[in-house]
């Protein structure tokens, strides 16, 4: 094979009569202008010959300054990659299924790198339709294959990206759903679909995709009764002016629904930075289900504890559900002032009357006793019968003194609620009135829960307890007895006067006891009182005379005169 000579005034044209040869010379001027005017390169392959000859601007092109056999120059060139569809172009168009030649392919420089070239050209066939010479031109397309290739690449990475957040929406076990700032879809997942697939609300469904308006679906379910909790339009308008609310809120927010299917979903709004929102749809069916659950566990619990409560004093039922209080076997020492109280021959009162009739008033008294009780921060012990058990002291307590002037100030208005009681009971026809007998007493005892680890009784023990007991025992009707130590924890605000020394069971020695006649809420009528050492003085002005007044008086400034000398 040889190599065609440089220019197109050697070109070899197979014709069957040449032309004259200045006619030769006019072609071949104009042809070599056309060639070098022209940005693509031309060539002439003589197939039969294997010769080819290329325009100068080709040979600029390629950057090389001859060309060899097309076996031996041009195929080589070729990169290996685009070799195979290079000559299956060329085979297509020899053999007449192309019009043209047309093929984009890389190609080696005379520098050793590739580039792209369009290569388009067309053969002329000898009479037996054999292509004899292929006539092309060749374009530099680098800029714009690469190009073509840099768009490719970046919607094979774009392709990629949308597959891989596909199956990431995919995965997710919540429903996801994008929309644009105009509330209408961009782009969801089938769980999000999934919401709106209930039966006989497929054309619902149908409307969840790219494009839709959020509203439009939400109005066509709603009158599908997917909503059930949002009964009329209204009420279905005013959500939807919610959620749009929440999605101007630039932290997002979040909104409960309720399905007819039963489900319950979760909508959470989050906005994006373009104006539109990102929303997921977590199924919170399970949760609601035990938090109904556990609103039916707590209601039920709320009507034991309250049941509960009546078998507890307050403070101590308090204590214990508020968690100061545990409730074990731990009794402590402290000093109370105890109190006791029954109805005076309450026995004989009770076979005057039908069990039914002694229930209620029985009830209506110790109601009664009990709000008092509570109203002056007693601890309510026990009922026993007719008998009333309470203290002061614990499980809160303001000092053994308020402690016990709280305890007779209760004692004195249990007294005067029982006299009040009493003309309600004659006018219903009870002859024998309810009177209370009362002892009070104040000293150390032991106060907590007594008992076994399955039952414990909250009560208090000690010497005490059983003083009060006689004490309340020993009062006459509608009288109140309390012991030394409480008379003198209440000196000046109580009114009391002595009773004497009695003897109790269990006691070795006479106690010293007192009776209540009043309180001192008068301050000009208080008692005055001085406790000190060498020195003890108690008047009572309550009833002291004004003719005593006067003597007293003087007595205390003679009293007074010696104690300058």
């Known amino acids: 094979m040889t190599n065609a000579k440089r220019g197109p005034t050697k070109t070899k044209v197979s014709l069957n009569a040449q032309p004259p040869r200045d006619v030769l010379l006019t072609v071949e001027t104009r042809l070599a202008l056309v060639t070098e005017t022209i940005t693509e390169g031309i060539y002439d392959w003589q197939v039969a010959a294997n010769t ?12 090389i300054s001859e060309v060899r056999s097309i076996s ?11 070799l195979a569809r290079y000559k299956a172009a060329i085979a297509k168009h020899f053999k007449g299924e192309t019009e043209r030649l047309a093929s984009e392919y890389r ?74 700032a105009a509330d209408r879809i961009v782009v969801c997942n089938s769980n999000y679909r999934r919401y709106f697939a209930v039966a006989g609300a497929t054309e619902v469904a149908a409307m969840v995709k790219p494009g839709a308006l959020l509203w439009d679906i939400m109005r066509a379910a709603h009158e599908k009764g997917m909503f059930p ?3 009329g339009g209204a009420d279905m308008e005013a959500h939807i002016m919610h959620r749009k609310a929440l999605r101007q809120n630039v932290q997002g927010g979040s909104v409960e629904q309720n399905l007819s299917d039963r489900r319950w979903l979760q909508i959470n709004e989050h906005r994006t ?34 049941k509960l409560a009546k078998y507890l004093p307050p403070q101590v039922y308090k204590s214990i559900f508020t968690g100061e209080r545990s409730a074990e076997v731990a009794p402590s020492r402290k ?4 109190f006791f109280s029954d109805i005076a021959e309450f026995s004989n009162t009770v076979e005057e009357l039908e069990s039914e009739e002694l229930t209620s008033l029985l009830n209506q008294y110790l109601t009664e006793m009990s709000k008092i009780a509570l109203a002056h921060g007693a601890t309510v012990d026990k009922f026993i019968g007719d008998a009333i058990v309470a203290f002061f002291g614990d499980p809160g307590s303001h000092g053994p003194r308020e402690d016990a002037i709280a305890c007779v100030r209760m004692a004195t208005t249990m007294q005067q609620r029982m006299r009040e009681l009493q003309a309600e009971w004659r006018g219903r026809g009870l002859e024998r009135a309810f009177e209370l007998r009362i002892g009070i007493t104040t000293g150390y005892c032991t106060v907590g829960n007594f008992g076994s680890e399955h039952r414990l009784d909250y009560t208090a023990i000690g010497n005490a307890v059983n003083l009060a007991a006689r004490l309340q025992q020993n009062a006459e009707r509608g009288a109140i ?58 008047i009572d002005r309550g009833k002291i005379s004004d003719a005593a007044k006067q003597a007293t008086i003087a007595a205390l400034k003679t009293a007074l005169a010696s104690l300058d000398d």
């Open 107 to 180: 190609i080696r420089r005379g520098t050793g790198d590739y580039f792209w070239i369009a290569d388009s050209g067309r053969c002329i066939r000898g009479e037996d339709g054999r292509a004899v010479r292929l006539i092309g031109a060749v374009r530099d397309i680098t800029r714009r294959k690469l190009a073509e290739l840099k768009l490719i690449a970046a919607n094979q990475m774009a392709e990629k990206a949308r597959q891989q957040l596909n199956e990431a929406l995919e995965a997710m076990s919540e429903g996801l759903v994008l929309f644009d």
């Open 52 to 63: 080819l000859w290329v325009s100068d601007r080709l040979k600029i092109i390629l950057g």
């Open 481 to 538: 007895l309390i012991d030394n130590e409480t008379n003198s924890l209440v000196q000046g605000i109580i009114a009391s006067e002595e009773h004497g020394s009695i003897r109790v069971r269990g006691f070795s020695r006479p106690i010293r006891v007192f009776s209540v006649t009043g309180l001192h809420d008068d301050p000009e009528r208080r008692p005055i009182s001085v406790n000190r050492d060498g020195v003890r003085v108690w």
């Open 335 to 338: 000093k109370l002032t105890i």
């Open 273 to 306: 930075a373009d104006g539109g929102t990102a929303s997921v749809y977590t199924d919170i069916t399970d949760v609601k289900r035990r938090e109904m659950e556990l609103a039916k566990k707590t209601e039920m619990l709320e009507s034991l504890s309250s």
């Open 72 to 82: 031996e120059s041009w195929a080589d060139r070729v990169h290996p990659e685009d």
């Open 229 to 231: 909790l949002l009964k």
